[in-house]
Structure formats: structure tokens, C-alpha cells
């Protein structure tokens, strides 16, 4: 599975990379919008993978608009959950999602 060196956002680019989880933090994913970036661990099955990039995008969409600051315990399990739920619609879903896309 490859995956790009970028990814497009809210009119903003990050650096994208597949890292040793230990490199990570051992952290599945690790994201840094204020410095452009977003990682995931090379270790993960090409399902958790695109679930773990859903989660550290949706973290990069709550850090732009100031979403959960303060609480980061709060912020990590509603992040968790939007990105379980967004992944799930995606997945159970493609026909919407080809019609999005206009790959029809």
C-alpha cells in the first residue's frame, strides 16, 4: 500500500510519513498541524492504518478551529470516537463515497 508524501486539508499541506512505531512515540499515529505533519506506524495492517490516519486527520481538524482545548483527555476520546464513526460510514458506505468522489 503506498501512500502520498502530502495530504491536502482545510487549505493546508502536511508531510505525510509511515514510521516505526517506536519512532513514535509508541503512539499508533502522531500528528503536528502547526508544524505540518502526520505520521502513522509502519506496523499496522492496511485496515488500522486507515483508521489511524482518519484519527490523526481528525485531530489536525480540531487543533485548526481550537476544538477540545484544555481537556486533552476529553479531546482524545471524542477524537477517537468521531474518527471510529467517520471510518465506519466510509467503510460501510462506498457507494456514497464513489458518488462524492463523482467516481461513478
Same mark, same amino acid.
Do not use: Q
Given at each position: ?15 505525510? /510519513? ?29 485496515? @488500522?492504518?486507515? /483508521?489511524?490516519?482518519? @484519527? ?20 482524545? @476520546? ?27
Amino acid at each position: 500500500m503506498a501512500f502520498p508524501d502530502k495530504i491536502k486539508l482545510l487549505d493546508h499541506e502536511y508531510a505525510f /510519513s509511515v514510521e516505526p512505531y517506536n519512532d513514535l512515540d509508541e503512539c499508533w499515529g502522531r500528528a503536528n498541524p502547526m508544524r505540518g505533519w502526520i505520521k502513522i506506524a509502519v506496523e499496522l495492517g492496511n485496515d @488500522h492504518k486507515f /483508521s489511524t490516519l482518519l @484519527h490523526e486527520v481528525v485531530h489536525c481538524i480540531c487543533d485548526l478551529n481550537d476544538l477540545g482545548k484544555g481537556d486533552e483527555n476529553l479531546k482524545e @476520546h471524542t477524537i477517537s470516537i468521531i474518527a471510529a464513526g467517520v471510518y465506519s460510514f466510509i467503510k460501510s458506505n462506498p457507494e456514497i463515497i464513489r458518488d462524492m468522489l463523482g467516481d461513478n
